[in-house]
């Protein structure tokens, strides 16, 4: 798999150089400074490729855009949509002329994603990303007093939700605020409780059918465009896969990925497959997924998580989550051997360590929460050896079979 790495753009406080040092030679990248709704120029994407390039000495290439940004009025299917869908496909077409081909976005209602707590210590030192199923459940029932919000809720989860907001500082809670927030897209402005209950309020009697529906218009308005430029677009499942604030997802499981990708089938509709997103949910059996789906996998966040009974998780070590990774490079290293075998020009899936926990000097260093130097680079380190094993062995388990 083709090694990458996210970067954030110049605001980012990793430099370039530094991400040379991991060994990673991909970038993954946007245009975060254009609001949403707004074409991206071929002007603005060959300047920021450029700067990517700028030191030759690195060898660094801008190879996929995450995110490509669907506005909200699209998620809603709010109003005229066309000048929205046509902004959407103009700004593929200049990625297309740019020569970035492989695009990730998502179709998440409001929050991108969500978490309880940005460093939840880990042992021996760093922190971790982490959401607390009880912290959840007490910012939606006791601070955001959404109705309906405690209906389904594990009655012993509502009783330490309870305790803990009876028991929490004015700072708790502003700590659990700025953590919710954290998962609002770049273009939005962050939000108190009572601004952020008005925001949700826009989803009123919005259901997951509804959402659906605007999802398939929105593929069936850029998808044959992105086809005819050549682009392979990839959603990212939800983060987490399940309903979050009365917000409906509508790519949490197996089922929910076969309805995008049937929705409007073509080379160009693809899958992000993010390991520690659908990891998430216990139902979710992540190595299954990839193989079900893996020619349409168009790009992979590795990562994994740990989860607890109540529907609780944290982000775990890349190789010591509850999603066995060894099983999971395996199939998407079979389906390159495939693809390569067809002689498709997109045999190589490109793939970043996502999320890593923050230790050593990433500690204080104000980068993007779960996007830091040194346990990105651990993570790196563990999968390019998995890698290697796993070519390794199939490559020795080929030369020894026997033929039929």
């Known amino acids: 798999m083709q090694e990458t790495w996210r970067w954030f ?19 993954v990248n946007a245009l975060h400074e254009i609001p949403y709704g707004e074409v991206w120029t071929v002007e603005a994407i060959t300047a920021r490729k450029a700067l990517i390039a700028e030191d030759p000495a690195l060898g660094l290439e801008w190879q996929v855009v995450e995110s490509l940004p669907v506005h909200e009025r699209i998620k809603l299917g709010d109003g005229d949509l066309e ?13 297309a002329a740019c020569g970035i081909r492989t695009v990730c976005y998502n179709f998440m209602p409001l ?9 939840a210590p880990v042992v021996g030192g760093g922190t971790s990303l982490r959401f607390n199923m009880h912290e959840y459940v007490a910012f939606d029932v006791f601070m955001l007093e959404r109705e309906g919000a ?17 028991a929490s500082t004015p700072a708790d809670r502003e700590r659990l605020l700025i953590a919710i927030n954290a998962g609002l897209p770049g273009a939005y402005a962050r939000y108190d409780v009572a601004g952020l209950r008005e925001i949700l309020g826009r989803y009123a009697g919005i259901t997951r059918d509804d959402v659906r529906a605007n999802y398939r218009r929105f593929l069936e308005a850029v998808v044959p465009v992105a086809e005819e430029a050549g682009m392979r677009l990839c959603v990212h499942p939800d983060d987490p896969p399940r309903p979050l604030f009365g917000l409906p997802r509508v790519v949490s499981n197996a089922e929910d990925i076969a309805f995008v990708l049937d929705a409007v089938p073509s080379p160009a509709n693809g899958l992000t497959l993010c390991s520690g997103s659908l990891g998430a949910n216990p139902a979710n059996d992540v190595p299954a997924i990839a193989a079900r789906f893996a020619d349409k996998i168009h790009f992979a966040h590795l990562r994994n998580v740990a989860k607890d009974a109540d529907g609780s998780f944290e982000e775990a070590d890349h190789l010591a989550g509850d999603t066995d990774m060894v099983a999971l490079v395996r199939v998407l290293m079979a389906e390159e051997r495939r693809r390569r075998a067809e002689g498709r020009a997109d045999a ?46 199939d490559s020795d388990a080929a030369a020894h079979r026997v033929p039929a």
């Open 348 to 393: 190589e899936i490109p793939m970043r360590p996502d999320h890593g926990h923050e230790l050593l000097s990433d500690i204080g260093r104000g980068t993007h929460p779960g996007y830091p130097v040194i346990g990105r680079m651990r993570g790196l380190a563990e999968l390019r050896g998995v890698m290697k094993a796993v070519a390794t062995l």
């Open 150 to 166: 405690a209906d389904g809720v594990a009655p012993q989860t509502l009783a330490r939700a309870k305790a803990w907001f009876e």
């Open 83 to 95: 000048p929205l869908f046509e902004t959407y496909r103009q700004s593929l077409r200049n990625l």
């Open 111 to 119: 929050l991108d994603w969500t978490r309880t707590e940005l460093a």
């Open 9 to 27: 753009g110049p605001q980012d406080r990793i430099q370039l150089s530094e991400i040379r040092q991991t060994g990673a030679r991909g970038i």
